[in-house]
């Protein structure tokens, strides 16, 4: 039997970037990008200035404490305070240890699926909400240098999971006291709650969930697979919700680091 091949035309109206009228919402839509655009902006300066400063990163032992900062985890510059490098060092490294290791959670965040929407749509208005006129008139998607380097995001994923368990050895080091045993303190909470909203940001991640389930032709033969798919896909509809809570709690617990008279 031949087989017939069809087409559909369809043909869009309109210029890009829509009509004159930029949009006939009458609700407040801007309120989403104005608050993404006030988030970001504050998170960077902050976490610019904080990755400069370097110092107030370490509450050591004279505090009978072994608590760093993750802006400043693992630290591994030769010039780390003492008492906060867990063995490697770099010699000869003159600039803050954190300059040393940002790029990496940066840049998970940074390509992260659902930043980029919100970046894309907060700061580029491309566009800035649903039925609201974008603000330009070409579009060449992520198909271009510097876009075309969001693909890299599954390795940053890879990164970010080796940076989440050297974050939860922060985290159970934390439960150290110097010199008076083993215990729990206000900073062995917040490097708890720290980790965990990480892990949680992570195993949500889109890349996460697809390395899990994606390209499988039938879960029968992969039920291990389907087991962690299953696991990761209601985390996966949250991935939002985990994306703004890790990254205000993570400038918070350095926030705790930079204001306590006690760090280091
Ligand atoms: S999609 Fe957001 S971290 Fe991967």
């Excluded at 400063?53 to 030769?78: E, M, T, W």
């Excluded at 770099?90 to 940074?110: D, E, M, Q, V, Y």
């Excluded at 070409?138 to 390795?155: D, K, V």
């Excluded at 999971?161 to 159970?172: C, E, G, Q, R, T």
Aim: proline share 5%; charged share 10%.
């Amino acid at each position: 039997m031949a087989v017939v091949e069809s087409s559909t035309n369809v043909v869009l109206g309109g210029a890009r970037g829509g009509p004159d009228v930029a949009t006939l919402r009458k609700d407040r839509w801007w309120l989403q990008p104005v608050v993404t655009v006030s988030v970001l902006t504050a998170f960077v300066i902050y976490s610019t200035w904080a990755a400069f400063q370097n110092k107030n990163y370490y509450v050591g032992a004279l505090l009978h404490r072994d608590l760093i900062s993750p802006f400043y985890s693992p630290c591994l510059s030769s010039r780390c305070v003492p008492g906060s490098t867990s063995g490697f060092a770099i010699h000869g490294w003159t600039l803050s240890p954190a300059l040393l290791i940002l790029i990496f959670p940066l840049g998970f965040r940074l390509t992260c699926y659902y930043y980029r929407r919100s970046y894309y749509r907060a700061f580029w208005w491309s566009p800035p909400a649903c039925a609201v006129s974008d603000a330009h008139a070409s579009y060449s998607g992520e198909t271009r240098f510097p876009l075309i380097m969001q693909n890299l995001h599954r390795y940053f994923f890879y990164a970010g999971l080796v940076f989440n368990v050297l974050l939860s050895y922060d985290a159970i080091r934390a439960f150290r006291q110097p010199g008076l045993g083993w215990g729990v303190t206000v900073g062995t909470l917040v490097l708890c709650a720290n980790a965990v909203l990480l892990w949680l940001y992570s195993l949500s991640c889109h890349a996460c969930r697809h390395l899990c389930g994606g390209q499988v032709k039938s879960f029968k033969a992969h039920p291990l697979r389907y087991r962690f798919w299953k696991f990761l896909t209601p985390l996966n509809a949250k991935h939002m919700n985990f994306a703004w809570a890790s990254l205000v709690f993570v400038a918070l617990t350095d926030v705790s680091f930079a204001w306590s008279p006690r760090a280091h």
